[in-house]
Nanobody
Framework: QVQLVESGGGLVQAGGSLRLSCAASGPTFSWYGMGWFRQAPGKEREFVAAISWSGDSTLYADSVKGRFTISRDNNKNTEYLQMNTLKSEDTAVYYC???????????????????WGQGTQVTVSS
C-alpha cells in the first residue's frame, strides 16, 4: 500500500510561489491517479488538482486554474504541486492523496481517494 509524505509548505507573501512535493513509498505509485486537496480553518476540505496515473491528464479547481500546476515523476515516486501567484485565500493545509482505483480515471471527489498524507501548511501573507 502506498504511503504519502508531503513537504514544501511554508510562509510566502502574496504573489509568490511555492512547490509542494508528495513522496510515495511502495512499488505501486505509478498505478494510481494522484490528487491535491486543501483545508482552510473552519472550512471543508476542497479539491485542488488531480493527475492521472500516467501523468497525461490533469484537472484543476477553477480557483487555481492558470496558477497551479500538478505533475508527477513516476521514476521518483513523487507528485508535485507548483503554486504561482499565491493569494491569501490559498492559505490552508494541503494534502496529497492517492486514488482508490488502479489505472483509474482522474477524479475530483475526496471519497475517490484512499490514501492521504499528513498535510503541509501553506500560509500566504497579504
Amino acid at each position: 500500500q502506498v504511503q504519502l509524505v508531503e513537504s514544501g509548505g511554508g510562509l510566502v507573501q502574496a504573489g509568490g510561489s511555492l512547490r509542494l512535493s508528495c513522496a510515495a513509498s511502495g512499488p505501486t505509485f505509478s498505478w494510481y491517479g494522484m490528487g491535491w486537496f486543501r483545508q482552510a480553518p473552519g472550512k471543508e476540505r476542497e479539491f485542488v488538482a488531480a493527475i492521472s496515473w500516467s501523468g497525461d491528464s490533469t484537472l484543476y479547481a477553477d480557483s487555481v486554474k492558470g496558477r497551479f500546476t500538478i505533475s508527477r515523476d513516476n521514476n521518483k515516486n513523487t507528485e508535485y504541486l507548483q503554486m504561482n501567484t499565491l493569494k491569501s485565500e490559498d492559505t490552508a493545509v494541503y494534502y496529497c492523496a492517492a486514488g482508490r482505483t488502479v489505472f483509474g480515471p482522474v477524479v475530483t471527489g475526496a471519497t475517490e481517494y484512499g490514501t492521504w498524507g499528513q498535510g503541509t501548511q501553506v500560509t500566504v501573507s497579504s
